[in-house]
């Protein structure tokens, strides 16, 4: 069954930097493309960003680019999001996702709030 | 980046059927397949549909999905009251390079 977990949301100001992972389980991690989503509070989906499966690409957002990283460790079946310079607009539920031809498998979220 | 088209809210009633929209441009909807996925409230989303009209394993076939040039349909036919949520559109955008959205739409059961 394929299962996954995301953690370390949190409430943090403007300016700092947070890093969020996505546990895998129940699927062979490393031979999948793996993706980050967002929805802020009422609002829509969103993609983020998009690492292929052996991490070399990677591929984000315009309104991410220079500031949040993808990255994987596909011997911790693992998948990370280093966000900096997060701004109030960052504010949002995180998810990660597995892609087959689209976004077949989710996680339940984890939710960022940068405020001050 | 430049989003998908979607109405923001249709309405049917029960055993009704329900058909949600979803434009976008030659380099996505018209050109790469579109995924529906459903929200309900306080969940994540759930993928109903995968290029254009493949349904993954235990998605009803009530469920049914097309494209015709630049616009995509999702078509929901004997309407149940869990049918009741948000509906997205997606797809990957080949000169943006990124995965859009549909705005959404609230599907309401009445």
């Known amino acids: 069954q394929v299962q996954l977990v995301e953690s370390g949301g949190g409430v943090v100001q403007p300016g700092e930097s947070l890093r969020l992972s996505c546990a895998a389980s129940g699927f062979t991690f490393s031979i999948y493309t793996m993706h980050w989503l967002r929805q802020a509070p009422g609002k829509g989906l969103e993609w983020v960003a998009v690492v292929s499966f052996g991490g070399s690409v990677e591929i984000y957002a315009d309104s991410v680019k220079g500031r949040f990283i993808i990255s994987r460790d596909n011997s911790k079946n693992t998948l990370h999001l280093q966000m900096n310079s997060l701004r109030a607009e960052d504010t949002a539920v995180y998810y990660c996702?597995?892609?087959?031809?689209?976004?077949?498998?989710w996680g339940q979220g984890t939710l960022v709030t940068v405020s001050s | 980046q430049a989003g998908l088209t979607q109405p923001p809210s249709v309405s049917k009633g029960l055993r009704q059927t329900a058909t949600l929209t979803c434009t976008g441009n030659?380099?996505?909807?018209?050109?790469?397949?579109v995924a529906w996925l459903q929200q309900h409230q306080g969940h994540p989303p759930k993928l109903l549909s995968y290029?254009?009209?493949n349904r993954p394993s235990g998605i009803s076939e009530r469920l049914s999905a097309s494209r015709s040039g630049n616009t995509a349909s999702l078509t929901i036919s004997g309407l149940q009251p869990d049918d009741e949520a948000d509906y997205y559109c997606?797809?990957?955008?080949?000169?943006?390079?990124?995965?859009?959205f549909g705005g959404g739409t609230k599907l309401t059961v009445l």
């Open positions: 996702a597995r892609e087959v031809d689209a976004f077949d498998h």
């Open positions: 290029r254009n009209n």
């Open positions: 030659s380099n996505n909807v018209g050109d790469q397949g």
């Open positions: 997606s797809a990957w955008d080949s000169s943006l390079s990124a995965w859009v």
